[in-house]
């Protein structure tokens, strides 16, 4: 079935410095990726997301980019902030059903 | 707007015992979703309504679990003859198009 693997599993960057998550999936017909932002004892939050007829999408300091052929996608996050300290999930889903695989989080730790 | 809401927040339980987690999804969103998170893991996919198609079942994880949509509106999740291994965290979401939000989950403690 569909896999998505997410790496780090944890990551610690100093304020300021920006932060890169990968994930590469599986299921070649998958076309939609979110990601999200779950802080302690919270939903998970969307952030960004992207589909796959475009390679890369951008809001404010954070960045999506996207390799349909090596099957895999990447967040940036520019300039970070403590605030920015969370865990973030990579998903992936096809056109044919709704459901969202997820990755195993990166745990995100930004030092003041 | 309102988002997402879940209720209980928490649901402490004794094993064998039936649970009923409720969903309220955001309005107008013709999609509804659970999973669910056990501790430090990542999410599973339960099951997934959208409109008055039949539900998707596949991620449920056995007989015991089933839910249901009433009104194409609040969702209950139900959890029959709960086992220590049902303990985590379940997670609902809603969705217009693709983008999915969720709720504060609901923490369920098996003991």
């Known amino acids: 079935g569909e896999n998505v693997e997410q790496h780090p599993s944890t990551l610690s960057v100093q304020e300021g410095d920006s932060a890169v998550i990968k994930c590469t999936y599986s299921?070649?017909?998958?076309?939609?990726f979110p990601w999200y932002k779950q802080e302690l004892g919270k939903g998970p939050q969307l952030i960004i997301d992207?589909?796959?007829?475009?390679g890369e999408k951008k809001d404010q300091r954070i960045a999506v980019t996207l390799n349909k052929t090596a099957k895999h996608f990447s967040l940036h996050i520019t300039e970070t902030q403590p605030e920015d300290s969370a865990v973030y999930f990579c998903?992936?889903?096809?056109?044919?059903?709704?459901?969202?695989?997820f990755g195993q989080g990166t745990t995100l730790q930004v030092k003041p | 707007g309102a988002g997402v809401s879940q209720s209980p927040s928490n649901k402490v339980t004794e094993k064998g015992k039936d649970v009923e987690l409720r969903c309220d999804p955001i309005s107008g969103h013709t999609a509804l979703y659970w999973y669910r998170q056990s501790l430090g893991q990542g999410l599973e996919f339960l099951i997934y309504f959208q409109g008055n198609s039949a539900p998707d079942k596949s991620g449920l994880p056995s007989d015991r679990f089933s839910a249901e949509r009433t009104g194409g509106s609040v969702s209950t999740l139900t959890i029959q003859r709960t086992q220590q291994e049902d303990s985590a965290v379940y997670l609902c979401a809603s969705s217009l198009y693709r983008e999915q939000y969720f709720g504060p989950g609901t923490r369920l403690t098996v003991t």
């Open positions: 299921d070649s017909a998958s076309n939609y």
């Open positions: 998903a992936a889903s096809r056109d044919n059903t709704g459901k969202l695989i």
């Open positions: 992207i589909r796959s007829n475009v």
